[in-house]
Nanobody, 130 residues
């Protein structure tokens, strides 16, 4: 059984930074596609960033590209999301998740689609005040 422990959420002001961590047990994070998603009140869950096992590359939503960085550490089995220059629109509950499928796609949005991810963490709240 895969389990997630997400930490690092909180309340910050616009322009500040936060680092979210997701400690994973039950699987090897280097073997699968791992990603971060977020869901704001009244909105659908959206993909933020992921590391695809099929390509070894990182993919980002357009809205966070250049501000967020995802990394995966096989030694600690942890997936980290570094978020810089936070904006009020980044306010949401953030989730880490795992995609067990092996896919090759030319589209970043395909790798970031929630429908492929089967196991999810409980989420951590990020609130950015303007």
């Amino acid at each position: 059984e895969v389990q997630f422990a997400e930490t690092g959420g909180g309340l910050v002001q616009a322009g500040e930074s936060l680092t979210l961590s997701c400690a994973v047990s039950g699987i090897d994070v280097d073997a699968y596609t791992v990603g971060w998603f977020r869901q704001a009140p009244g909105k659908e869950r959206e993909g933020v960033a992921c590391i695809a096992s099929s390509t070894g590359r990182s993919y980002y939503a357009t809205s966070v590209k250049g501000r967020f960085t995802i990394t995966a550490d096989g030694a600690s089995n942890t997936v980290t999301l570094r978020m810089n220059n936070l904006k009020s629109e980044d306010t949401a509950v953030y989730y880490c998740a795992v995609d067990y499928t092996y896919r090759l796609s030319p589209s970043a949005s395909d790798y970031l689609s929630p429908r492929y991810y089967r196991d999810w963490g409980q989420g951590t709240q990020v609130t950015v005040s303007s």
